[in-house]
């Protein structure tokens, strides 16, 4: 059992930055695969990245390569997204999520997930 907080979302302006962090509590923590889903009004919760059980092996989101980063740490049972150059089109609430299958980039293969927090960047 694995639970999740995510933290850091907020406003910001095109061209900025956040960083946002999920904190993830569970013995079985390092064993994951982790990712950041997003969810915009009205849309589909679509996949931003994905960060192999050991850190080597990243996956992401055609829309946000090369400005976002996902990162963990396994000893402080923690997974950021670094997100730069951030764009209108990135407002959506954002989701840490945990699962089993390797740098998977479909929601339902993940098996816990965080409440989500809020990402607006304005124009």
């Known amino acids: 059992q694995v639970q999740l907080v995510e933290s850091g979302g907020g406003l910001v302006q095109a061209g900025g930055s956040l960083r946002l962090s999920c904190a993830a509590s569970?013995?079985?923590?390092?064993?994951?695969?982790m990712g950041w889903f997003r969810q915009a009004p009205g849309k589909e919760r679509e996949f931003v990245a994905a960060?192999?059980?050991?850190?080597?092996?990243?996956y992401y989101a055609d829309s946000v390569k090369g400005r976002f980063t996902i990162s963990r740490d396994n000893a402080k049972n923690a997974v950021d997204l670094q997100m730069n150059s951030l764009k209108p089109e990135d407002t959506a609430v954002y989701y840490c999520?945990?699962?089993?299958?390797?740098?998977?980039?479909?929601?339902?293969?993940?098996?816990?997930w965080g409440q989500g927090t809020q990402v607006t960047v304005s124009s």
């Open positions: 999520a945990a699962g089993s299958y390797e740098l998977a980039q479909i929601w339902a293969a993940y098996d816990y």
């Open positions: 569970g013995r079985t923590f390092s064993s994951y695969t």
């Open positions: 960060l192999s059980w050991s850190g080597t092996n990243t």
